[in-house]
């Protein structure tokens, strides 16, 4: 049976990823004041994640390594834009560069409602583990004894997990019309250069 079953009906899990992507974009955009700056973030974002969710340690939470991500998405804009501006806001820009603790909480609650709509589109024992190990915030000794299971069986049904949780992701990226993402053929899709920074 292929790992990637749906737990709910495809156009129920439609929906949910159009409304992440668009939870996503709004949070960008209301940071940014602009739609297509905000655009470009999640690009990047997106991108990150996918390319590196493999990478993530055994014992690393893949919540707080997504709100990683997402701030050195932002951050790597803002520097960015400083560079490009530099004769008439790089001071604005390299200021917020440095994110306060509100600002990461902000990310860190994005990243946790983007986990929270997407785990039920899962398979429900993929769910279960992720939400006990990411959202919860579990040990995977109580995690394994939980489900009676090994931890090393348990750390093979955390990678299959993440590998569905990648792919809702890789759905979510791609549900935007306008700006295609991965299918992108602008300058900022096209260019991959830098997507390895995001190995946190």
């Not at 974002?45 to 997504?66: N, P, Q, S």
């Not at 520097?79 to 604005?92: M, Y």
């Amino acid at each position: 049976m292929d790992d990637y079953n749906r737990a709910l009906p495809s156009n129920e899990v439609h929906e949910v990823i159009v409304d992440v992507h668009q939870d996503f974009l709004h949070f960008l955009t209301r940071r940014l004041g602009c739609e297509d700056e905000a655009a470009d973030v999640l690009h990047d974002f997106y991108v990150k994640v996918l390319t590196r969710i493999g990478d993530v340690r055994e014992r690393e939470k893949l919540r707080a390594w997504m709100r990683r991500v997402l701030e050195t998405s932002l951050i790597d804009y803002y520097r960015a834009q400083g560079k490009k501006r530099q004769f008439e806001k790089e001071h604005h820009y390299l200021e917020l560069a440095s994110l306060d603790s509100d600002a990461k909480d902000d990310l860190d609650f994005i990243v946790c409602m983007c986990l929270y709509k997407l785990l039920p589109t899962l398979k429900p024992e993929y769910a279960d583990i992720l939400w006990h190990a990411e959202l919860a915030g579990e040990s995977r000794k109580s995690i394994a004894a939980r489900f009676h299971i090994s931890e090393s069986n348990l750390r093979v049904r955390l990678h299959r997990a993440r590998e569905a949780l990648r792919k809702r992701l890789e759905e979510t990226c791609q549900s935007c019309s306008i700006h295609g993402y991965l299918d992108c053929a602008c300058d900022s899709g096209a260019d991959k250069s830098n997507y390895g920074g995001a190995a946190l």
